[in-house]
């Protein structure tokens, strides 16, 4: 089988800070691959690499490789296109200065496509798949900013699923939703599986323990151990780190 | 105590060549603005001294004209600096990298022209009007009543320079300072979350980093326009001054001066009252 993402001896610094201390894993397609750690272990970073917005913190170095369906993402020479390979949600909801509509049409528009029809159709898929659709169906020319917290959060979700990115990466994607949206969203999760891989980064160790197929722990910028999510969560791990994160009794 | 230590420790690690970026560049603009002024007396000096007869211009002692040929000047060179302090600020701030020299450079003299209060930029115009002023008085004892009328442009051509050059002085460092605070007030996450979707940079400027700043870009217009006024407030004052002959009687040369003053002032104070309106309404 081939992988999805291959990353070797992965290195990154802030200045003299180091944030990831030569990390090596592989992501194989379409598996829902989810990192858990505590604060600082460098999971947010990871993300970052891999669409190479890091490149916008100056101070930031990276060695070491990774590589998206075997080719390396640093000689890809349109980043904006490889950015849209790949799907990012941050933790927290970011407001773009567009309607709920231009939200969602703005990266497939940034890709040249103009089809109204088309866009019409993009927009209501995506919203549908965030679990927003029915909210907002009536109102998609008002800002986005205007939503509820976690209505904005599910607005960057279906922003993010707009360019129909082979990865997809959410950054802790529930912080500001609430319990039944969250499982609402776990399930169209699941379902994207068939068509992309997911990472999903998540602070709610129970989380990955339901979605996830395999699951990496990160600590201090260190890959501790990365194995299925059921090895990860038996009583048995290969790491002692490991088994007391997950049982809530680290630190 | 431990500040103290802080402070050795950080002083002992700075390397020369950081200590050279720390001190050397932005100390820069002591020089070239001193040498610019240093340049500047020459001409000033010299004009001081010659009255060249073949150079008399006759212009309109008329004040309503010179209201507006003042206005013209101040509106026209000040938009103009507006837009190319916006242009620069744009190219500093989403080009050119923090550490780039060029940037360091402008941004150092940019922060000492700002610093200068605006009536010194209005005594710098009026002692270049004053020096030139000979040459453009109006032919002694002409009365206002023999005027052709109002020939607002007519001007001449050094003087316009210089003022337009003290305008754009004036002006462009507040633009560019404000501008580049308005550009900055766009957080990050923003711009990362455009990119994130794949857009360029072009496509996150319009489409995302202008339409957030464009209220405080307005307001900085405003700041910078006002900054303007204020200082034609001082040379409109000084021309009515100059060209009422002194036969119009002192009272009412003295009212036209307050009364143009004053006029430039309220519109000054107007623009600042504006600019603090957006600023609050944007930020809250
Ligand atoms: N822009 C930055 N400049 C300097 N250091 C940074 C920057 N961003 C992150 N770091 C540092 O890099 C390390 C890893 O941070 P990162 O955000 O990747 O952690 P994380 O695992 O996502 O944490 P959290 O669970 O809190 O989100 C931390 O020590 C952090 O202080
Ligand atoms: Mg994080």
């Known amino acids: 089988m081939e992988n999805k993402i291959e990353i070797s001896d992965l290195r990154v610094h802030y200045g003299d800070t180091p944030a990831l201390n030569g990390i090596s894993f592989d992501v194989h397609p379409n598996e829902i ?10 999971k947010t970073t990871f993300l970052k690499v891999i669409n190479r917005t890091l490149e916008f ?9 990774v590589k998206l369906d075997g080719v390396d993402i640093r000689t890809i ?44 159709e993009i927009v209501e898929r995506c919203l549908q798949q965030a ?14 900013t205007k939503l509820s917290g976690g209505q904005q959060q599910r607005l960057t979700i279906a922003r993010a699923l707009s360019h129909q990115p082979e990865v997809l990466c959410l950054d802790e994607f529930s912080i500001a939703i609430d319990p039944v949206t969250t499982m609402r969203i776990e399930e169209v999760l699941k379902t994207l599986q068939k068509e992309m891989t997911i990472l999903l980064v998540t602070n709610l160790v129970q989380q990955a323990k339901r979605l996830a197929n395999r699951t990496a722990f990160f600590l201090n910028g ?10 990860i969560f038996s009583d048995n791990p290969a790491n002692q780190a490991t088994y007391d994160y997950v049982n809530g009794t680290f630190g | 105590m431990n500040l103290y230590k802080n402070f050795y420790v950080m002083n002992a690690m700075s390397t020369r060549a950081e200590r050279k970026q720390k001190i050397v560049l932005p100390s820069t603009p002591f020089f070239t603005l001193g040498i610019a002024a240093g340049i ?80 010194l930029y209005g005594i710098l115009a009026i002692s270049i009007f004053l020096s030139y002023a000979g040459t453009l008085k109006v032919i002694n004892g002409a009365p206002a009543a023999q005027d052709t009328g109002a020939r607002p442009f007519q001007r001449h051509t050094t003087l316009f320079l210089g003022e337009g050059l003290i305008f754009i ?67 409109i004052g000084t021309y009515i001054w100059h060209y009422t002959a002194e036969t119009d009687g002192m009272s009412s040369r003295f009212l036209l001066f307050l009364g143009a003053a004053l006029f430039l002032s309220v519109c000054s104070s107007t623009l600042v009252e504006i600019h603090a309106s957006i600023y609050n309404s944007d930020s809250a």
């Open chain 1, 33 to 42: 691959l989810s990192i858990i750690g505590p604060a600082q272990s460098g």
């Open chain 2, 40 to 119: 500047a007396v020459i001409p000033i000096s010299n004009a001081l001294k010659k009255t060249d007869a073949t150079n008399i211009q006759v212009v309109s002692p008329n004040a309503l004209s010179m209201l507006l040929n003042d206005l013209y000047i101040v509106l026209s060179v000040s938009l103009l600096a507006i837009l190319l302090g916006i242009v620069c600020a744009f190219y500093l701030e989403e080009w050119l990298p923090k550490t780039n020299w060029v940037r360091r450079f402008i941004e150092s003299h940019v922060a000492v022209l700002t610093g200068i209060p605006s009536v």
């Open chain 1, 77 to 120: 020479g349109d980043v904006y296109g490889l950015r849209r390979r790949i799907g990012m949600v941050l933790p927290l909801p970011v407001g773009l200065p567009l309607s709920i509509y231009d939200n969602v049409a703005f990266a497939p528009r940034a890709a040249g496509l103009r089809t109204k029809s088309e866009l019409d």
């Open chain 1, 222 to 231: 260190d890959l501790i151990e990365i194995d299925t999510t059921d090895v």
């Open chain 2, 169 to 235: 002085l004036m002006v462009m460092p507040v633009t560019i300072k404000t501008t580049q605070e308005a550009l900055r007030s766009v957080a990050t996450p923003v711009r990362e979350a455009a990119y994130a979707l794949g857009a360029s940079q072009w496509q996150v400027l319009t489409r995302h980093v202008v339409p957030i700043a464009f209220t405080r870009m307005l307001a900085a217009g405003c700041r910078a326009m006002a900054r303007a006024f204020a200082t034609a407030a001082l040379l």
């Open chain 1, 57 to 65: 913190t100056p101070e930031a170095t990276v060695e070491g490789s």
């Open chain 1, 131 to 144: 679990a927003l659709w029915d909210e907002v169906k009536d109102r998609l020319d008002t800002l986005g």
